[in-house]
């Protein structure tokens, strides 16, 4: 059974950046889309960005892009989101889960296997 860990939060200063980890605990990442999520204090969960299972494809939020880079490594079973310029409104706990990608809409949405989640706190 697939169990997600997340690691890599942390409290970093506007400007910054951080490298957020998804590793498996259980199970193999390989045949799976695997996708990073958020909740701020207060607000809902929202997408950040996924990963197709072969790396091939990937989808961020509009508020992410150009900023996030999410990828994979096979050999480690690991996903990765390489995050810069990080901006207060990026605080946030951060989740990984399996997805489900949605090419022709260009979406992704978490389906199971969410970790504990990771915390990033982005302040002066």
């Known amino acids: 059974q697939l169990q997600l860990v997340e690691s890599g939060g942390r409290l970093v200063q506007p400007g910054g950046s951080l490298r957020l980890s998804c590793a498996t605990s259980?199970?193999?990442?390989?045949?799976?889309?695997i996708g990073w999520f958020r909740q701020a204090p207060g607000k809902g969960r929202e997408g950040v960005s996924c990963?197709?299972?072969?790396?091939?494809?990937?989808i961020y939020a509009d508020s992410v892009k150009g900023r996030f880079t999410i990828s994979r490594d096979h050999a480690k079973n690991t996903v990765y989101l390489q995050m810069n310029s990080l901006k207060p409104e990026d605080t946030a706990v951060y989740y990984c889960?399996?997805?489900?990608?949605?090419?022709?809409?260009?979406?992704?949405?978490?389906?199971?296997?969410w970790g504990q989640g990771t915390t990033v706190t982005v302040s002066s």
């Open positions: 990963i197709s299972s072969d790396g091939s494809s990937t």
């Open positions: 259980g199970g193999t990442l390989d045949y799976h889309a």
């Open positions: 889960a399996r997805a489900s990608i949605r090419r022709s809409t260009g979406t992704c949405n978490g389906l199971d296997a």
